[in-house]
């Protein structure tokens, strides 16, 4: 199956400090991408859907200033978490949509994301 | 808008013995299905999705599901489980009108393989 790779798979900051957080599409070509956010235990929520260029869709209550999304190329989209706070601590993970394959979505790995 | 209930947060089973994972979901629109796998500190794989045709799907790792629609379920089942099959398991939607194509999870539910 395709693959989709994420950059860091962890890392850790200071409150305040801003973290961008890489999706990348490696065997094909994705015109949309989703990041979704895990707390512990519990089930994927979606965030946001990631257009290559145009502006990327937020869910309700998903501060968009504060979870900047950028979708520059075909196999690239970046999730920044700007000013970040412990609250925002979680697991992040991000999705490749196949144009290929009927609603086919591939996972990457995730990153953990601890705000100190 | 649609949802997904897992009503199993748990289930804990002996290795080798079948097993069955269920699903239901609430949608006014028809709606693809998927049951996906996750593995501790990983992202998300497929093991099957449901999109049209017939209703008993077979996925990866000897998992299948059975699409009934008056019930609006779709149960996932292995016959045999094995420690490996250890992980969690989240069951999702799409919805077939739109074109955003963004997936509905429910709230997973946490197999555990004994020996």
């Known amino acids: 199956g395709a693959v989709v790779s994420q950059h860091p798979s962890r890392v850790i900051c200071k409150s305040g400090t801003s973290v961008k957080i890489e999706c990348r599409s490696l065997?094909?070509?994705?015109?949309?991408m989703f990041w979704y956010r895990q707390f512990p235990k519990q089930s994927l929520m979606l965030m946001a859907t990631s257009n290559e260029g145009s502006k990327a869709t937020y869910e309700q209550g998903v501060e968009k200033d504060k979870f900047l999304i950028n979708h520059a190329s075909l196999t690239l989209s970046t999730l920044t978490v700007t000013s970040a706070h412990p609250e925002d601590s979680s697991f992040y993970i991000c999705s490749a949509r196949d144009p290929q394959g009927i609603d086919t979505q591939y996972f990457g790995p995730g990153t953990r994301l601890t705000v100190l | 808008a649609q949802s997904v209930t897992q009503l199993d947060s748990q289930v804990p089973v002996f290795e080798e013995a079948p097993v069955e994972l269920r699903c239901n979901y609430s949608?006014?629109?028809?709606?693809?299905l998927f049951w996906y796998v996750q593995y501790p500190n990983q992202g998300l794989q497929l093991l099957l999705k449901y999109l049209s045709g017939s209703t008993l799907v077979k996925g990866i790792n000897g998992f299948e599901a059975e699409f009934n629609k008056s019930q609006t379920s779709f149960h996932l089942r292995k016959p045999s489980v094995h420690i490996s099959d250890t992980a969690e398991y989240f069951c999702?939607?799409?919805?077939?009108?739109?074109?955003?194509?963004?997936?509905?999870f429910g709230s997973g539910t946490r197999l555990q393989v004994q020996p």
């Open positions: 065997d094909f070509q994705a015109t949309t």
């Open positions: 999702a939607v799409s919805l077939m009108d739109t074109g955003r194509r963004a997936l509905t």
């Open positions: 949608s006014s629109v028809s709606v693809y």
